[in-house]
């Protein structure tokens, strides 16, 4: 198995590859403004761009933008300095990888770099209807900020319904096994899954 290779992003046509590969992914486009202010990191199998993700780690971070005033003006988590924190974004995987040790790949690599940047808090966003990207987040032991309908400027685009969460940058190191084990349990049951098709192919042809 080919082994995933990974870099920073520093031409603009990889760039834009990347972001339209994201839009494809989650069905969001991310403007150009904020992705000019974005470190972006993507996999490679060979030539082909298999996933990747942003780090975002000066203020304004987009996930904060989303957030309602009043929500902004109660919670305890805004009493923090903004220079602490860093958000991720643009997460997405080719349905290309197959196994978990390609897709625990990206994440570890993920995890690292955000631990490198030395920001006490990682934001993070997704669509409230996404259970498999509400689940990687728990793990994290992110905790909420909001969740609902998204503060849109004019012009902008985003999920009908968001989650913004914070974790700590600890807390996503230390939680690294935690990803494993949910990606090997993954593979099993992908695996499962098959050998239970191809046994009903198997009857299905007996009767």
């Not at 403007?31 to 996933?51: C, H, I, L, N, W």
């Not at 975002?56 to 989303?66: C, Q």
């Not at 849109?152 to 974790?167: F, P």
Request: aromatic share 14%.
């Amino acid at each position: 198995m080919e082994a995933i290779k990974f870099k920073t992003l520093t031409q603009e046509k990889d760039i834009e590859y990347f972001l339209s590969r994201f839009e494809g992914y989650v069905g969001v486009k991310l403007p150009y403004d904020y992705a000019q202010r974005s470190t972006f990191v993507a996999g490679y199998k060979g030539d082909e761009m298999v996933g990747g993700y942003m780090l975002v780690t000066k203020p304004e971070f987009r996930s904060l933008m989303f957030v309602p005033d009043d929500v902004r003006e109660s919670h305890e988590f805004f009493r923090n300095e903004a220079y602490d924190m860093m958000e991720i974004n643009g997460v997405w995987m080719s349905a290309s990888l197959k196994t978990a040790s390609e897709q625990f790949s990206i994440w570890l690599k993920l995890i690292l770099d955000a631990f490198k940047c030395r920001k006490q808090f990682v934001l993070l966003m997704a669509n409230q209807r996404n259970i498999n990207i509400r689940h990687v987040h728990a793990m994290t032991g992110a905790k909420d900020i909001y969740e609902g309908a998204p503060m849109l400027m004019s012009g902008d685009k985003s999920h009908s319904t968001i989650r913004v969460s914070y974790t700590t940058r600890w807390s996503l190191l230390l939680n690294v096994p935690r990803y494993w084990f949910e990606y090997k349990s993954r593979e099993r049951r992908f695996h499962r899954r098959l050998k239970q098709r191809a046994y009903s192919r198997v009857a299905s042809r007996a009767s």
